[in-house]
């Protein structure tokens, strides 16, 4: 049987260096294969999908043990290691088993992965961090926490915000999440209110625009934590409030005009107008190059025609980033794509129709869904809505490229997504935890069995490592990098937000499945996560496995 690793920590760091190599050797072997002439071939990739997708998930578990063993320091705590070992553990075999088999179809030799699975030190370590006994006793500690694990290190000012936000999640957000939920409202004023005041649709606006962002560099530290903050009180009515303004701002500061800077910039910050992103469609979803909504230019500005869909939010906005087609001819893909600024009036309910004097009509009507309800996601239909010039983002020189300017929002906004994944995690925990204590069964409390701990040992594992790398990454989109690690945080963060809730509700038993429960809310709304700002297939598939091959060639990068 395996001896206890005498260091587990460098044991565990050891072992992630050996994989990354290995990783890094299978990359560059389907780089290979899905390349021509030393650059990657859209046909060879599409070919590929299956071998692609498993890569990008490696790539993900991989990155996330990574971040959570190097948070450990002298000073954390034996729960912060424990957890961490046990995510490295089992995150280490579930890479080692996507790459056996991405070596098996490449025709690879299995003797490098076979070694590393088989070292004494690694099983040793596997045993240790993920056996029965590791199990029990982090579960006991996570169980003991209150759902207080992975705990960033914070400077004084985040740590306030990080504060300030989740007493007001606890104390104005959760209260009225129920209800909202229960019967489809819209998110009242209630809530608008005092985030306006609290200034939290300025967070990716720099102060010089009456943001709150520095002006020389990014803060998405800030707004990671006060989009986990607000999700945990309720993904819907609060925590997704941000993530429309931050992907304007960032598309504004990317393209606009200083004179288009000057005047959205300060009103987005002040939340005055509220705002929704226009870029689905019915028949292309998260495939943006074959985007359809016409744009025709006419005298002074550009009429719309057209439909979008899955546009959160889009009834109360008062404006909406609608990605369209400036150029008639299909050919050019993205390149034909421009963003345009539509203001209309803001609309209470479920569905709307505004016409404008210059003869032109917005309708929308509100889609059911089974959760995410609050904000609401609308089918529009633009019928001669006329927009104009000073509307276009980047003005003449902006046209052809929306696509751009969109991506560039699109960095914060998975961030922001993985951060509220990490905040309905933390939510369901904290509910799963004081449910177990408060249960019996069998004659004594839920959490006394040793299952339970174990589940909600690998629930705070999964919580604590999510956002140890979601930390990680904002640091690097603070220093303009991270276009990569963004979707792939966002990747784990959203399936693992699955996972966690689905254990949650499953330890609340019935009780888990009655809509009374809270539970029954995190696990609905979890699922949304992985399907927008960038569906997980798409994610994977185009941005992180295309980069991941790319850098393996040496190229320069070309995904979204």
Not at 22 to 35: D, G, I, K, T, V
Not at 100 to 126: F, I, K, T, Y
Not at 449 to 472: D, E, V
Request: with cysteine; charged share 20%; hydrophobic share 45%.
């Amino acid at each position: 049987m395996p001896q206890n690793p005498q260091d587990p920590i460098a044991t565990a760091r050891s072992f992630l260096v050996r994989l990354r190599a290995a990783f890094e050797a299978s990359a560059l072997a389907l780089a290979q294969r899905c390349s021509a002439g030393g650059k990657l071939s859209g046909r060879k990739l599409d070919a590929e999908q299956v071998a692609s997708f498993e890569l990008a998930w490696a790539a993900a578990d991989l990155l996330a043990a990574e971040a959570g063993v190097a948070s450990l320091r002298a000073d954390s705590s034996e729960m912060d290691q424990q957890l961490a070992l046990l995510f490295a553990a089992e995150a280490g075999d579930a890479v080692l088993g996507r790459l056996h088999m991405l070596d098996l179809e490449l025709g690879r030799p299995r003797e490098p992965l076979r070694s590393l699975r088989d070292d004494p030190a690694w099983e040793a370590l596997c045993l240790a961090a993920a056996g029965a006994q590791a199990l029990d006793a982090a579960g006991r500690a996570v169980a003991a926490s209150d759902g207080e694990v992975g705990q960033l290190a914070l400077d004084e000012s985040h740590a306030m915000a990080q504060d300030a936000f989740r007493r007001f999640a606890a104390d104005v957000v959760a209260p009225q999440a129920e209800a909202i939920h229960r019967h489809n409202l819209t998110v009242p004023e209630s809530l608008l209110r005092p985030l306006r005041e609290m200034g939290v649709f300025g967070l990716s606006v720099p102060q010089q625009y009456g943001g709150s962002a520095p002006d020389d560099r990014e803060d998405a530290l800030l707004m990671v934590l006060v989009t986990e903050a607000l999700s945990e009180g309720s993904l819907a009515a609060a925590g997704s409030l941000i993530t429309r303004p931050e992907i304007l701002s960032r598309a504004l500061l990317a393209g606009g005009t200083r004179e288009q800077q000057a005047h959205w910039l300060p009103r987005l910050a002040a939340g005055d107008p509220l705002c929704a992103i226009a870029i689905t469609e019915p028949d292309y979803g998260s495939d943006v190059a074959g985007l359809a909504l016409r744009a025709t230019r006419v005298q002074g500005g550009w009429r719309l025609g057209g439909a979008k869909t899955w546009c959160t939010f889009a009834g109360k906005a008062g404006v909406l980033m609608v990605v369209a087609r400036t150029d008639p001819d299909r050919a050019l893909g993205h390149k034909g794509l421009s963003v345009l600024l539509v203001e209309k009036p803001s609309f209470e309910g479920h569905d709307f129709v505004y016409r404008q004097p210059e003869g032109g009509t917005l309708s929308g009507r509100a889609i059911p869904t089974i959760g995410y309800r609050g904000m609401h996601s609308f089918d529009l239909s633009f019928e001669d809505l006329f927009v104009p010039d000073a509307n276009v983002l980047g003005g003449e020189a902006g046209l052809g490229k929306g696509f751009y300017y969109t991506m560039a929002g699109m960095v914060g906004g998975r961030m922001q997504t993985a951060a509220r994944a990490c905040g309905v995690m933390r939510a369901a925990l904290r509910a799963a935890i004081r449910y177990s204590h408060d249960r019996k069964v069998f004659g004594q409390a839920l959490v006394e069995f040793p299952l339970t701990r174990a589940k909600l040992a690998r629930m705070g594992a999964r919580l604590a490592t999510c956002r140890q790398l979601a930390g990680s990454v904002a640091a690097l989109v603070d220093r303009g990098e991270g276009r990569m690690e963004a979707s792939l945080v966002k990747l784990l963060a959203c399936r693992s937000a699955e996972m966690v809730t689905r254990e949650a509700l499953q330890l609340h038993g019935g009780m888990g499945y009655a809509e009374e429960s809270a539970v029954s809310r995190y696990f609905v709304d979890a699922r949304v996560l992985s399907i927008f700002e960038g569906a997980e297939e798409t994610l994977a598939l185009k941005v992180v496995a295309r980069s991941l091959m790319e850098r393996a060639l040496g190229v320069a990068p070309t995904g979204a």
